[in-house]
């Protein structure tokens, strides 16, 4: 499975972004996705993962301001971003697995660059 992030850039806080993370060689459907993200000088940290069975769950920083979603038809999940922090600049990146628990991602896309100005 090849990933491909999309959407990241510059924004002021109190923005919006919207990633995309979109999938070749597989279906996304067969697999729980997760977005990461790693700041400037800090460990990468998982932020919010869609099971197979469309559960999900948030890290408390984003609970309430981003949102994940999946589109089957465009083979992409996405991750909506609202109320954008100086602490949410980082790389994010998607990542596939067979279960959100799953300590080791079988797949990962290059990442996007967000920026959050004051």
Do not use: H
């Not at 080791?104 to 290059?110: A, H, N, S, T």
């Amino acid at each position: 499975v090849q990933l491909v992030e999309s959407g990241g850039g510059l924004v002021q806080a109190g923005g919006s972004l919207r990633l995309s993370c979109a999938a070749s060689g597989d279906k996304l459907e067969y697999f729980a996705v997760s977005w990461f993200r790693q700041a400037p000088g800090k460990e990468r940290e998982g932020i919010t993962c869609i099971s197979l069975s469309d559960s999900i769950s948030y890290k408390d920083s984003v609970k309430g301001r981003f949102t994940i979603s999946r589109d089957n038809g465009k083979n992409s999940v996405y991750l909506q971003m609202n109320g954008l922090k100086p602490e949410d600049t980082a790389v994010y990146y998607c990542a596939t697995s067979q279960y959100c628990s799953q300590g080791d991602m079988d797949y990962w896309g290059k990442g996007t660059l967000v920026a959050v100005s004051s």
